[in-house]
């Protein structure tokens, strides 16, 4: 009844997220925003209100000092490999078709219904509640190559794929293959701006990028895995309590996550 | 001096009286209108909703009013198709409340979606995939099915039924209702499973996921049956409810009895299955998520004490009610169990829609509860004035209770 396919795809773009080198700054939140053309709130207090394509969780193994720890963790959209959203979308606003297995989602189709964002289970979906106001002097700093949209729609990262089309575009320029991007060519703003280098990104199934073997490390894990969406956003971290929080399945000590967790 | 568009041989009240009541409904459906003018000016911002919570009062309310409006697809099916006479003194009520709950979903369906002017995309870019393209879909056919079955009845006003032309449309689509009532009864069913759909296929939820025959057929026909066992019994309460507001009698206790009967009748074939399915749901697809039965309800407002009301409460009890005929037959208890019923159902419905998108999954995220705000509430209310306005006029001057001239001689 799912009718939905999981479609395989040759090139499949993908993140690994280093928990032990992201310090929590916020500097991929900032660089999303700016790179998406995310208008500030005039309130944003209420964070359930406010657009974070992505957005920096924390985490804590709940231990008292001096055992206590906290991580810091980036979610962007998974870009799930079975999408929760696409299928039960009823205006095909939202769709996993294009070679490199990114969810798309198309604004001017979309009508709002939020129907994807009650199928998402990571929060990657927002609504846009109001109309993007850009303050005097910040509509000249603009990215001239992302789509402002209307209020009334519902957005999410798309890891920023007109960076993705323009790193195309340029491989065509230069004599290059568009469809067998260097690793590094094709970067969100996201990963580009980490200092600590904590977001590596890629073509998961490329050998020659990086995240093909980071994907595949001991200590990569992906989010609620139990639930079979097959994220193409991984996670990296030595520590075991920071992998046991990925998965509901782990965090219980239920029997089944053994070969994944510890 | 509205005396004259009155059905034949039956009393109203003075039309100042009348007038009065209609200010007093008006005044709760501008409040309401005001609101909803206000969301499509300002986007729904300003309602009680959010990014955790995208769906709430209002999603709730429409899967609600549409089993509570199941009445009118059931009863046609009864009594068009399987020819149960005696249900004719009810069906005209079942149209009108049907017709009432649909086009009151309709209505508040455009100012839920973020980009009402879009609406139309549902037909013109379908998603077969979708289970909300479904619904979409058969819910208008079906409300138009409805306004199909609601006219004869208006053009059998006293005035409107004396010109010719009108006289013979409603008696040649009377003679046709037959086939209406089939189509109903097939778009209706298809979505009232699909609403259930809506929820059971959500990969990513598992207080709502059914897998393999859990959703296929199981979850699509316990939304079937709910609504039936909701909506016959609907009917009888708003029947009785007027009853007690106009001080007079409209449809004899023997047919109401026998519309008990048949909600009662589909509500334990329907909370039977129910329970089994939430035994299979807790013990088998819940453990293979990694999540327990405890991590699906947090503190009084996600608390279990909501299922446990929905399913023995308003579920159990009151199908053992209704299918007891000693019970059934008491007007005290049959209301009472058509209450708790009904009540019953729309929690279910809410559970569906809120608590499942409540329950935070990502193990490191955190509980965040929902209420809705004054312009969800005002605008739901809105619906319920819209309900009460067509009610009255309805009775006022259309033939809708064969029963009544006779009854209070």
Not at chain 1, 102 to 118: F, L, N, W
Not at chain 1, 139 to 167: D, I, M, W, Y
Not at chain 2, 137 to 151: A, D, K, P, R, S
Not at chain 2, 182 to 187: D, E, K, N, P, Q
């Amino acid at each position: 009844m799912h009718g939905h396919v999981e479609r395989e795809f040759k090139i499949t773009w993908g993140m690994v997220i280093d928990l032990d080198k992201c310090t929590g700054c916020g500097a991929c939140m900032t660089a999303c925003q700016v790179e998406n053309n995310i208008a500030p709130m005039l309130d944003a207090s209420n964070k359930l209100r406010t657009l974070s394509w992505l957005l920096v969780f924390e985490m804590s193994n709940k231990k008292a000092a001096p055992d206590a720890e906290i991580a810091y963790l980036p979610r962007p959209c998974m870009q799930c490999g079975n999408p929760a959203c696409v299928p039960v979308c009823p205006v095909v606003a939202t769709d996993k078709n294009e070679e490199g297995g990114i969810v798309s989602q198309i604004y001017p189709r979309c009508i709002g219904c939020r129907y994807c964002m009650a199928a998402c289970p990571y929060h990657a979906r927002y609504f846009n509640w109001e109309d993007p106001i850009f303050p005097k002097g910040m509509e000249k700093a603009l990215s001239p190559n992302t789509s402002t949209r209307p209020r009334g729609v519902v957005e999410k990262c798309n890891f920023c794929h007109t960076r993705f089309v323009q790193a195309k575009d340029k491989a065509r320029q230069t004599g290059g293959n568009p469809d067998a991007l260097p690793d590094g060519a094709y970067m969100p703003a996201c990963a580009e701006v980490c200092p600590t280098g904590a977001i590596s990104f890629g073509d998961l199934k490329n050998p020659e990028h990086k995240v093909h073997e980071l994907a595949k490390g001991k200590n990569a894990f992906r989010l609620l895995e139990k639930l079979e969406l097959h994220p193409q956003v991984y996670y990296v971290s030595k520590r075991e309590w920071v992998r046991k929080l990925g998965d509901n399945y782990a965090a219980t000590g239920k029997p089944g996550a053994e070969k994944k967790h510890s | 001096m509205d005396r004259a568009l009155f059905p034949d041989g039956v009393e109203r009240c003075s039309f100042g009286k009348f007038a009065l009541w209609m200010v007093f409904i008006l005044a709760f459906f501008l409040f309401g209108l005001y609101a909803m003018l206000l969301i499509f000016a300002k986007g729904i911002v300003v309602t009680g909703l959010d990014n955790y919570f995208g769906f709430g009062l209002w999603i709730t309310f429409d899967l609600a009013v549409i089993a509570l409006g199941a009445g009118a697809f059931f009863t046609g099916l009864l009594k068009y198709i399987l020819k149960i006479d005696q249900l004719k003194n009810i069906i005209n009520l079942t149209v009108i409340v049907g017709f009432i709950c649909y086009s009151g979903a309709m209505l508040v369906l455009t100012m839920d979606i973020g980009q009402p002017i879009r609406a139309w995309f549902g037909y013109w870019h379908p998603n077969v995939h979708s289970m909300l393209t479904e619904v979409i879909f058969c819910i208008t056919c079906y409300c138009l099915v409805l306004v199909i079955e609601f006219v004869p009845l208006v053009l059998e006003q006293k005035q409107l039924n004396k010109i010719p032309f009108l006289h013979h449309l409603a008696h040649n689509m009377h003679v046709n209702m037959a086939l209406f009532a089939g189509i109903g009864a097939f778009l209706s069913t298809f979505h009232q499973g699909s609403l259930g759909g809506m929820y059971g296929v959500l990969i990513g939820r598992p207080y709502a996921l059914r897998e393999g025959f859990f959703i296929w057929p199981w979850t699509f026909f316990l939304f079937v049956l709910s609504a039936v066992g909701c909506g016959p019994i609907f009917t009888v309460l708003v029947c009785t409810f007027m009853e007690k507001l106009t001080g007079r009698k409209l449809v004899d206790f023997k047919t109401k009895a026998l519309m008990g009967k048949i909600a009662g009748t589909m509500l334990t074939v329907y909370i039977f299955f129910k329970i089994l399915d939430t035994w299979a749901w807790a013990n088998n697809y819940l453990p293979s998520t990694g999540m327990t039965f405890d991590q699906m309800f947090y503190g009084i407002i996600y608390g279990k004490w909501l299922m446990f009301t929905e399913i023995i409460l308003c579920g159990v009890v009151p199908a053992i009610m209704l299918i007891t005929p000693s019970i059934r037959n008491n007007p005290t208890m049959l209301y009472t169990a058509g209450i708790l019923d009904c009540i019953g159902i729309s929690l279910n419905r809410y559970l569906f829609t809120v608590q499942t998108i409540a329950i935070p999954l990502l193990p490191f995220d955190s509980w965040h509860t929902y209420a809705p705000n004054w312009a969800e509430w005002a605008t739901s209310g809105m619906i319920v004035a819209y309900g009460f306005l067509v009610m009255s006029l309805s009775y006022r001057y259309l033939p809708v209770f064969p029963q009544e001239r006779g009854m209070n001689r």
